[in-house]
């Protein structure tokens, strides 16, 4: 095989910016966007949140959709991914500017308006994600290579998460959507999220030019086969990929387990630790853990091997659960256990994208196409469902166990309901994901790919 030459600092960095923008765009928008649609707009919020889950729905949906619209495309200058990032970063950061403008209807209309906009930003995001998940087995064909590109975008989706935590607040405030005390303004709430909006939207631009000025496509196709593949071809390439298959499941378990903390931290603090203010430094601790381990992932790699290295994350996050489950009480126990699944889901977000431009490699030495695009979306599908689905079993099993948000004392059953999906929830996902990696040989798969392909002299 004709290695790449390592890549340049600079187009790591080009990585890292990119994921840095969107991750901040990503928490203004989760974080505001239902208040918007609710206090803004005045959608009753039922409607909102219907609005917001048919939202995510098509985000899971349009990801093997346009995935697979990529693999059939090819642009002018010969490029496959890569020119998504340059041709729709415009168009999504003006969806996004819609997405929090108030256009004065009707409730009614404003909710179908809004359903629309919605769909609309989902599709350039979708648009302009597939370099950024594409680019890291386009770039280079060198392991080492991919797995530091995969570091760099993690470090910028710690970053960005970070920043938009800190800094979406304030902004609000600047612009004069929020007052002094973090309520709506009046006067000059809708003016004010149209002019954040116009700030994450330049931010959405700039991450994606840069993405696409300092990266290039340089892994060319073993076969300069043009025709169109079918759903049912495209189908068969990806399920016939073991690899593949194994790689989706231990997707669909960082993204649970990563979601099951996420989601119920705050109601822990809040009715467990007794105070709200304590779920910012839980999620510091996760927060560190993760750009630590991100830092030295590539360190332990070398000297573990993949699959070993695997196995250590998925363990830590296990024995992490232990001091919890036995006390979940325990301050130092929750801290415990959000540092060990920091550790574990950066781990796992390094390991499983180096997978996948593995496995784009491995289905096109055996099929004769690559799939760049569409291996990352078709198992975004899957992920994105699992943790919908994981979103509303939290919500079933609060509901059903008494738990009242206008409450300040939650009855014991909802206690123990928040209790179980911070330790034994995550405990039992870890466990299947462990079986997952036992079986997932990616690495012995390569090293035959590699053999075959020195046999042919290729």
């Not at 090819?74 to 496959?80: I, Y």
């Not at 996004?96 to 004065?104: D, E, I, M, P, R």
């Not at 470090?155 to 405030?173: E, Q």
């Not at 979601?259 to 560190?288: D, K, P």
Request: net charge positive; charged share 15%.
């Amino acid at each position: 095989m004709n290695q790449i030459t390592p890549l340049s600092l600079k187009e790591k960095l080009g990585f890292l910016t990119f994921s840095t923008s969107n991750n901040i765009v990503y928490q203004f928008k989760s974080l505001y966007y239902l208040f918007f649609l609710t206090n803004v707009v005045g959608i009753p919020v039922l409607s909102a949140g219907t609005i917001f889950a048919i939202g995510t729905i098509w985000d899971a949906l349009n990801d093997p959709l346009l995935g697979y619209m990529s693999v059939n495309h090819k642009f002018k200058n010969g490029e496959r991914c890569r020119p998504f990032a340059l041709w729709y970063a415009v168009p999504w950061a003006a969806s996004l500017v819609l997405l929090f403008s108030n256009f004065g209807f009707g409730q009614k209309i404003a909710a179908a308006v809004s359903l629309g906009v919605y769909i609309l930003f989902e599709i350039f995001n979708t648009l302009v994600a597939i370099p950024y998940n594409s680019m890291g087995g386009l770039a280079t064909n060198v392991d080492a290579e991919r797995r530091s590109i995969n570091v760099f975008r993690n470090f910028g989706g710690c970053f960005g998460s970070g920043i938009g935590a800190v800094a979406c607040l304030p902004l609000l405030k600047l612009f004069g959507a929020l007052d002094n005390r973090g309520n709506l303004n009046p006067q000059t709430g809708s003016r004010g999220f149209v002019l954040v909006s116009l700030v994450m939207g330049t931010l959405i631009i700039f991450g994606s030019f840069v993405h696409y000025f300092t990266t290039k496509e340089r892994v060319k196709p073993i076969s300069v086969d043009e025709e169109k593949l079918g759903v049912k071809t495209v189908a068969r390439m990806l399920f016939g990929c073991r690899s593949w298959v194994l790689n989706m499941c231990y997707i669909i378990c960082y993204g649970v387990i990563n979601l099951l903390l996420m989601s119920c931290i705050t109601y822990y603090a809040t009715y467990v630790l007794g105070s709200t203010a304590r779920a910012t430094l839980i999620q510091a601790v996760y927060l560190v853990a993760s750009i630590i381990t991100t830092a030295v992932v590539s360190f332990i790699d070398r000297k573990m091997g993949r699959k070993n290295i695997m196995i250590l994350g998925v363990l830590v996050a296990i024995l992490g659960k232990i001091w919890f489950l036995i006390d979940p009480f325990s301050y130092g126990a929750i801290m415990v256990n959000a540092a060990t699944v920091g550790f574990a889901v950066a781990i796992a977000f390094v390991m499983f994208n180096t997978n996948r431009n593995n496995i784009v490699d491995l289905i096109e030495w055996r099929k004769g196409r690559r799939l760049d695009a569409l291996v990352s979306t078709a198992d975004n599908l899957a992920s994105k469902l699992a943790t919908a689905g994981a979103t509303q079993i939290v919500a079933v099993l609060l509901s059903v166990s008494g738990f009242n948000g206008e409450s300040q004392v939650q009855p014991e059953a909802a206690i123990g309901a928040i209790n179980f999906l911070l330790g034994w929830a995550p405990f039992a996902v870890s466990l299947v994901m462990l079986i997952v990696v036992f079986f997932l040989e990616i690495e012995k798969d390569m090293d035959v790919m590699r053999r075959e392909k020195a046999a042919a002299g290729i």
